[in-house]
């Protein structure tokens, strides 16, 4: 297989967003249900950046092939939420949220670098504007990605916070069966199109939000 420098760089930031993103986005995760009541991140050691705490091997081995993934899950007591369905759908939120942090911060990156670039070209700033656009777009991809309402990702937990008793009974009855059928579909490709589509989408309103920035940028940079 030939690798091209796009490609060992694509990887490269994967294995940023292994080790940096995924631990800070289950960090989030931990705490938020600290603040929210629930000290059981904090005892289990999860409530720290730490990347041997958080990384999963089947979550890293998808994000790095795939670019969709996950992390270890943070494990919560929702007993000791004052309410239990808004404390569940606000921990599993942080995550998302924590990675649509990263990707603004990504793409004001992104931005200020290919302003430099288009004013004075050169290898090194090629390679600086492309770690961050990799890097927005993963970001915002795997925020899309948790939010899927499906076990064990985030936006199950979220969906929760709406959904009646019964739905949420069978959920957690079948909830084997469909987390093994969403692996087999994630891992053959068959959702490759989809989540690049919905991931290419949240770039591009993301860039579309930040137009601000380049107005800013072109009255500074010239």
């Known amino acids: 297989m030939h690798f091209t420098q796009t490609d060992v760089l694509k990887y490269g930031v994967k294995l940023i967003v292994i080790f940096l993103v995924i631990p800070i986005h289950e960090f989030a995760h931990a705490w938020a249900a600290h603040?929210?009541?629930?000290d059981t991140p904090v005892y289990q050691n999860r409530l720290t950046l730490n990347p041997l705490a958080h990384i999963d091997p089947i979550g890293a081995v998808c994000i790095f092939f795939t670019g969709f993934g996950w992390g270890r899950p943070v494990q919560v007591n929702p007993t000791r939420f004052r309410k239990y369905r808004k404390g569940m759908a606000l921990t599993a939120a942080a995550g998302p949220i924590m990675n649509l942090i990263m990707a603004v911060i990504?793409?004001?990156?992104?931005?200020?670098?290919?302003?430099?670039?288009?004013?004075n070209p050169s290898d090194a700033l090629s390679w600086v504007q492309l770690i961050f656009y990799y890097f927005t777009l993963l970001n915002v991809g795997l925020a899309a990605f948790n939010l899927i309402p499906v076990p064990p990702l985030d936006g199950s937990k979220i969906l929760g916070y709406f959904t009646p008793p019964k739905f949420d009974k069978f959920i957690r009855e079948n909830q084997l069966y469909i987390s093994l059928g969403f692996l087999l579909l994630l891992v053959t490709g068959a959702l490759d199109y989809p989540l690049s589509w919905i991931q290419n989408g949240m770039f591009w309103v993301m860039d579309k939000l930040t137009f601000w920035l380049d107005l800013i940028i072109k009255a500074v940079v010239k």
């Open 35 to 38: 603040k929210l009541g629930d």
């Open 106 to 119: 990504g793409i004001v990156f992104y931005k200020v670098s290919t302003a430099i670039y288009v004013n």
